[in-house]
């Protein structure tokens, strides 16, 4: 699985689009990018995948770039309850194997 | 639907015990991942049980082991507990394999003493 760089830690006033991004330079033809998060002292939490286009559901939306190397999680309006570490993996969707490596994420502060 | 569940939620064990802990999958779903997450570490992959077999396994230590059972519940074992081993460990399932959105549990706090 190709390897993911993110920023460690990111500020978002509340009301405001948080957009995280994340590299992902070796990644490869067929292998997906996915978000997760991790709000305190819970389970991560599914938020969305894409291959190459760019995807939106109820949560957030997901920009990939045309050379599928880095991408971009965008929360549209943030709350204080999108505080959480926020994680992108990569990963081959075949295989057979559901295994994420996780990367040290980014922390997503929303402030009032 | 019910989620995930773990038990117990917390457990404080000394060196050299041992440690079972229980993952109960949503109802449906064949799929248990278990993880360790630690604060030097972060989130790393233990093993996968699909169909009561082990699909795959992360990069640890023998002590570590793990079944699943036909109604896919699965529990997860160390051996010879050591002070490392504190963590969260969390359990994740889902119906299927490879592209399937996966259900993580609150977590099983072990403290090594």
């Known amino acids: 699985d190709a390897k993911t760089t993110q920023p460690t830690s990111m500020d978002c006033a509340e009301g405001r689009a948080a957009n995280l991004p994340c590299n992902h330079s070796?990644?490869?033809?067929?292998?997906?990018v996915y978000w997760y998060r991790q709000i305190h002292s819970q389970g991560p939490q599914y938020i969305i995948h894409?291959?190459?286009n760019n995807e939106t559901n109820e949560m957030a939306s997901l920009i990939i770039t045309e050379d599928r190397k880095s991408s971009t999680l965008i929360l549209p309006h943030a709350t204080l309850r999108d505080t959480a570490v926020y994680y992108c993996i990569v990963r081959l969707p075949s295989g057979g194997y559901n295994k994420l490596i996780f990367g040290a994420g980014t922390r997503l502060a929303v402030h009032p | 639907k019910a989620g995930v569940t773990q038990t117990p939620r917390y457990l404080i064990k000394t060196r050299g015990q041992q440690v079972t802990l229980s993952c109960s999958p949503i109802?449906?779903?064949?799929?248990v991942s278990w993880y360790q997450q630690t604060p030097g570490q972060g989130l790393q992959f233990l093993f996968e049980?699909?169909?009561?077999?082990?699909?795959n396994k992360g990069n640890f230590p023998g002590r570590f082991s793990g079944r699943q059972f036909s109604n896919s519940r699965s529990e997860m074992n160390v051996s010879t507990l050591e002070l490392g081993d504190s963590a969260l460990y969390l359990c994740?399932?889902?119906f299927g394999q490879g592209m399937d959105e996966q259900f993580f549990g609150p977590g099983t706090r072990l403290t090594v003493l």
């Open positions: 894409g291959l190459k």
């Open positions: 049980y699909f169909s009561e077999t082990q699909r």
């Open positions: 994740a399932s889902s």
């Open positions: 070796t990644i490869s033809g067929n292998e997906y």
């Open positions: 109802s449906g779903h064949r799929s």
